[in-house]
C-alpha cells in the first residue's frame, strides 16, 4: 500500500475478431505508454505532468482514437477534445472543438493553468491555442486512411440500419460484419466502431491522484458533437480519494457520471476502489457499455468494463504490472 | 407527496441597494414564471415540459442572464448555453454556443429527444437548431444596453487587476472573476428550473449566457450533465454561480449522490454541497426531490428565487429570508 500507481487505456469496446497482429501492435503501445509513466513516477514528477505526457504519447500514436488517429465526424473532418484534472484542489481543464491542435490534453493542461476558465471549445479553443504558442498543425494531420475507410463502413452501416426492409447483403462488408457480430457500440457493429478514447490516471509517491483522457470521438458523429470525454464527472475525475479516466458509450458514460461517481461512492459509501469500480460498472450503466481505469490515493490501481474488451495496462510500484484486452 | 416547483434567475453579488428599478421587474418576472408553472403542474404537464416552459419564459425576460439578456463574451458577442434532464429516464440534452437561436433550453430539448447524442455545441448545434425549424434572429436580438455596460466595466475592472501581474491559479480564478464582474448587479449566473409531479417524476433544465468577458468559446457549468444540472429518481437540480467552482465540485450531481449514498434529506444534502463543497460566494442551486420537497440554498449575497409546493407554501426572494 502506498507508492505510486498508474492505469492507461485505449478505448473499450474491441472487435472480437480483431486480428492478433493489431492486438499485439496495442499491447506494444499500451507497454510502452506504461514504461513511460513509470520512469516519470521513478523520477518524482507530479502524478498531474505524468498523466499528461502519457495521453500526448498516446494522441501521437496513431493508433487508438485520439490525436492522429481520431475517429471522424460525418463530414470527415477530426474533431478532438480532451480534459484534465489535478486530484489535489480539484483544477480541471477541457477542451471540444479542436481541429489544428496537436495535442488536445496539453490544450486542456493550458486551460486549467493559464486561462480564467475550465472549459473552451471550437474556434475559442483554437485562439487560445494560438495565443499559446503550441503546435499546431493541419486537419489532415490527424486522418488516417484506416479512419477514412471505417468511415464508409460506419455510413454503410448506418444506413442498413435504418433500414430494415433490406435484406444485409452478404456483398457488402459492412452488412457482413453486422450479420457476423450481432455486438454493437453506439449502434454501430463492432467491427465498424473504433474503441473510443485513450486516458491515464496516475498517484504519484506523494499520494496525489490525476487523470485525463482525450478522443476524436464518436465514429460518424455529428459536426459539434461532444462526448464524456472532455465533460468532467464523466469521463474525468480525480479528488482526494482517487483519479478515474472513462471510455465507452459517451452519452451512457454522461447520463452515469461515471468518473465522478466512482469517487462519490468512495467518499460518501465508504467503498475501496476496486468495489467501488465494480459497484459503478453494475450499477450505473444500464443499457451502456463502457470501462474506465482508476487509482486511488493509497497506491491501488483498478479497472472496470462491461464492453466485450477494453485496451488497458496498469502498474503499482511494487512491482505488479499487467496488459490487457480482454 | 405532491407536485412542487423550484425556479431560479441566477445567484451573484447582488447587492442590497439594487434599485426598484432593477428589483421589481425581476420579482415580477419571478412571480409570473412560477404562476406558469404551478398551472402548468396543476393541468398535469410533465416536469420536463414544465421545466422547459419556464426556462423559455426566463430566457426571454432581459433581464436575466440566458437569451435575451445574456452576458457578453470579451468580443462583445453572445454566446449561449442549456441543459435538461429528465430523472425518471435519466436522458438529457445539452448545447453550448448557441448565437441565434431564441430558445437554447428548446435546442437541448430536441437534442435529447431527436438524436442520439447528448451534446452539441457551435456551430453544429445552430446547424441541428435550423435543421429542426427553430425560431432564429439577429444575435444583436440578445444584445441589451445593460450588458454592453457590464462589458465595459468589466474589462475595464481586467485592466486594474492585469496592472498586478500576479498569475491567475486556480484558487484564485474566483478573485479575479469577481474583480471583473463590475459594481454589483453583475447579471452573473444563470436561469433554471426544476420540477416533480405527483407521480415523483423529476426534471430540470437551465440555461445562460456564461460569463461577462468570457473568452469565446468558454463553457461554464451549465450543459455539464452533473455540474450545473442533473437529476435522477432521487432529486432534480440546478446549479448557478460562477461556472469553474461549479464544475470542480461536480455541485448537481453531488447533491443527488448525498442523498443516495449517505442518505441525507434534500436539504441537508444541498446544504452541504453550497456550504462544503465550493468557495463561499461562488454558487447556488435549486432543487425538488421525489417526494415533492424543495431547498433553494445559496452561498452568495443573493439569488433571484421563486419556489411553491402543492401543500401551498411559497417563496420568492432575493436575499437570504431572517431565519437564514
Known sequence: ?326 | MGWAIALHGGAGDIPRSLSPDRRLPREAALRHCLQLGVSALQSHAHPLDVVELVVRELENHPQFNAGKGSVLTTDGTVEMEACIMDGKTMRCGAVSGLTTVVNAVSVARLVMDKTPHIYLGFQGAEAFAREHGLETVDPSHFITPENIERLKQAKEANRVQIDYTQPIKQDEKSEVLAATGGSGDSQIGTVGCVAVDRDGNLATATSTGGLVNKMVGRIGDTPVIGAGTYANSYCAVSATGRGEAVIRATVARDVAALMEYKGLSLQEAAAYVVGERVPQGTAGLVAVSASGEVTMPFNTTGMFRACATEDGYTEIGIWPTEQE
Not at chain 1, 471522424?72 to 489535478?86: C, F, Q, W
Not at chain 1, 471540444?96 to 479553443?125: E, I
Not at chain 1, 483498478?302 to 504490472?321: I, K, L, P
Open chain 1, 1 to 326: 500500500m502506498g507508492g505510486w500507481a498508474i492505469a492507461v487505456h485505449g478505448g473499450a469496446g474491441v472487435d472480437p475478431n480483431l486480428p492478433l497482429q493489431r492486438q499485439e501492435e496495442a499491447k506494444r503501445l499500451l507497454t510502452r505508454c506504461l514504461k513511460l509513466g513509470i520512469s516519470a513516477l521513478r523520477s518524482n514528477l507530479p502524478a498531474i505532468d505524468v498523466v499528461e505526457l502519457v495521453v500526448r504519447e498516446l494522441e501521437s500514436d496513431p493508433l487508438f482514437n485520439s490525436g492522429r488517429g481520431s475517429a471522424l465526424t460525418e463530414k470527415g473532418t477530426v474533431e478532438m477534445e480532451a480534459s484534465i484534472m489535478d486530484g489535489t484542489k480539484r483544477r480541471c481543464g477541457a477542451v471540444s472543438g479542436v481541429t489544428t491542435v496537436k495535442n488536445p490534453v496539453s490544450l486542456a493542461r493550458l486551460v486549467m493553468d493559464k486561462s480564467p476558465h475550465s472549459y473552451l471549445a471550437f474556434s475559442g479553443a483554437e485562439d487560445f491555442a494560438r495565443q499559446q504558442g503550441v503546435e499546431m498543425v493541419e486537419n489532415d494531420y490527424f486522418i488516417t486512411e484506416e479512419n477514412v475507410g471505417m468511415l464508409k463502413l460506419a455510413k454503410e452501416a448506418n444506413s442498413i440500419m435504418f433500414d430494415y426492409r433490406i435484406p444485409l447483403p452478404s456483398t457488402c462488408s459492412a452488412g457482413a460484419a453486422a450479420a457476423n457480430n450481432p455486438i454493437r457500440m453506439n449502434g454501430l457493429p463492432i467491427s465498424v466502431y473504433a474503441p473510443e478514447t485513450v486516458g491515464c490516471t496516475v498517484v504519484d509517491r506523494q499520494g496525489r491522484c490525476a487523470a485525463a483522457t482525450s478522443t476524436g470521438g464518436l465514429m460518424n458523429k455529428k459536426i459539434g458533437r461532444i462526448g464524456d470525454s472532455p465533460l468532467i464527472g464523466s469521463g474525468t475525475y480525480a479528488g482526494k480519494l482517487c483519479g478515474v479516466s472513462c471510455t465507452g458509450e459517451g452519452e451512457a458514460i454522461i447520463r452515469a457520471t461515471l468518473a465522478r461517481d466512482v469517487a462519490a461512492v468512495m467518499e460518501y459509501k465508504g467503498l475501496g476502489l476496486q468495489a467501488a469500480v465494480d459497484f459503478v460498472i453494475k450499477e450505473r450503466l444500464d443499457e451502456g457499455k463502457a470501462g474506465l481505469i482508476a487509482v486511488s490515493n493509497k497506491g491501488e490501481v483498478a479497472c472496470g468494463f462491461n464492453a466485450n474488451g477494453m485496451f488497458r495496462g496498469c502498474a503499482t510500484e511494487d512491482g505488479f504490472m499487467e496488459v490487457g484486452i480482454w
